[in-house]
C-alpha cells in the first residue's frame, strides 16, 4: 500500500485559553485546510493526536507539543470517517469511500486496507469499536454493521434490523458492542457470536440516537440529536435515565465518557463542548472561540479530552481536573 507522508515543515498556529471552575485550560489547534477534520483519537501516552481528514482521503497525525502535523494518504478514493486506537497502538478506520476497514502503523505509517465483501456495496461507514475477543466491528449508515477479525482478515457483514441508520458504536468493559442508529432512533446490542442486533427502545419518541459510549460500570450513555437529550440505559436492570442539554434547541451529536465517567457531549447549536457530571446532575459548557466549530466526536484519555472542529479546520483539546 501507498506509505508516502507529508511532514509540514512548520508548526501551524495555536491558541490557548485558561478557562475557569473544572477545566484548566482550552487550546486549538490549525490542520491543513479543507479536509474536513471529522473524527480524531489521542495516543494513550498523549504524543500524538491522530483525526479523519475526510475530504482528503487521509490520516492526520498531530504532535500536540510542536503543532506539527503529517498527513499520510489512505489510498484512491478514500473519504475517512472515524478513527480510534486499536488494541495494537495502531490507527484503526472506518474508510466509506474505500468502503473498507483501514489500519495506519503508527511506527512505520503503512497503510493497510481490508474492503468490504464486494456484494455489500456501500454501506457509508460510521464508526468502529473492538470487542473483547481483538475483533473491529463497525457501522454503516444505509443499515448495515459488520466485523472483522484483523487476525483472520474473515469480514462479515449484517443488515440492520430496521434497516437505515446505524451510526454510534461503542465496546463496554466487558467487551460487549452496542450500536447507536440515528434514523431508526434506538440502540443495538450485538451478539458477538452470531451478529443478531437486539433493538432496545429509547424512552423518548424519534429522538435521533446519533453516538453511543460506555462508562466505567457499562451503562450506556447515548447523544440524542433530534431531542437534544443525553440519555443513559443500564443493561443489567433495563433503566433509562434523560437530560435535556441547557438552552431552547439543543442538537447533541458526539458523547464521550470519561475516566471518572463524566460524560463530554457537543451541542451544534450552542457551538459549544459540554461537560455532564450525573452525581451533581449539572452542566458546563465550553463554547467555541469560532463559529461553526461542529464537532462531531470526541475522545480523550485520563486529563484531557479531545474534538475535531470540522467546520473550522482545528482540533479542540480541553485539559480537566475531574
Known amino acids: 500500500m501507498n506509505r508516502f ?12 485559553l485558561s478557562l475557569p471552575a473544572s477545566a484548566q485550560q482550552v487550546r486549538y489547534y490549525d490542520v491543513p485546510p479543507g479536509g474536513r477534520a471529522h473524527d480524531v483519537a489521542v495516543t494513550a ?7 479523519t481528514v475526510q475530504r482528503g482521503g487521509a490520516h492526520g497525525i498531530l504532535n500536540p507539543d510542536t503543532g506539527e502535523t503529517v498527513i499520510v494518504p489512505l489510498g484512491e478514493g478514500s473519504a475517512p470517517h472515524g478513527v480510534i486506537v486499536g488494541p495494537d ?39 468502529a469499536a473492538f470487542d473483547g475477543r481483538g475483533r473491529i466491528w463497525f457501522t454503516g449508515q444505509t443499515g448495515f454493521y459488520g466485523r ?20 454510534g458504536i461503542t465496546a463496554t468493559p ?5 450500536y447507536a442508529s440515528l434514523a431508526g432512533s434506538h440502540i443495538a446490542k450485538v451478539d458477538l457470536d452470531t ?10 419518541p424519534n429522538q435521533g440516537a446519533r453516538r453511543i459510549w460506555s462508562d466505567s460500570e457499562g451503562r450506556l450513555w447515548v447523544s440524542e440529536w433530534n431531542s437534544g437529550n443525553v440519555s443513559v440505559h443500564d443493561p443489567r436492570d433495563g433503566s433509562w435515565r434523560t437530560w435535556k442539554l ?13 475516566e471518572a465517567d463524566k460524560v463530554w457531549l457537543t451541542d451544534f447549536a450552542a457551538n459549544a463542548i459540554v461537560r455532564f457530571d450525573p452525581a451533581t446532575e ?8 469560532r463559529a461553526g466549530a461542529n464537532v462531531r466526536q470526541m475522545l480523550g484519555r485520563p486529563g484531557e479530552v479531545w474534538g475535531a472542529e470540522s467546520g473550522t479546520d482545528r482540533l479542540v483539546v480541553i485539559r480537566y481536573d475531574n
Request: proline fraction near 11%; charge should be negative.
Open 5 to 16: 507522508w507529508i511532514a509540514l515543515a512548520a508548526p501551524l498556529a495555536a491558541c490557548t
Open 45 to 51: 501516552d498523549g504524543e500524538e493526536v491522530w483525526w
Open 89 to 127: 497502538g495502531n490507527a484503526w478506520i472506518t474508510d466509506g469511500g474505500q468502503n473498507a476497514i483501514v489500519r495506519v502503523d503508527r511506527q512505520t505509517r503503512e497503510v493497510k486496507v481490508w474492503p468490504l465483501p464486494e456484494e455489500t456495496g456501500p454501506i457509508n461507514m460510521n464508526t
Open 148 to 167: 472483522l477479525d484483523p487476525a483472520t482478515g474473515d469480514m462479515q457483514v449484517w443488515r440492520a434490523p430496521r434497516g437505515r441508520g446505524p451510526y
Open 174 to 178: 466487558s467487551g460487549d458492542i452496542w
Open 195 to 204: 451478529g443478531e442486533a437486539m433493538i432496545v427502545e429509547p424512552p423518548t
Open 246 to 258: 441547557p438552552g431552547e434547541a439543543p442538537k447533541t451529536y458526539s458523547v464521550y465518557v470519561d
Open 282 to 289: 449539572t452542566f458546563e459548557s465550553f463554547p467555541s472561540d
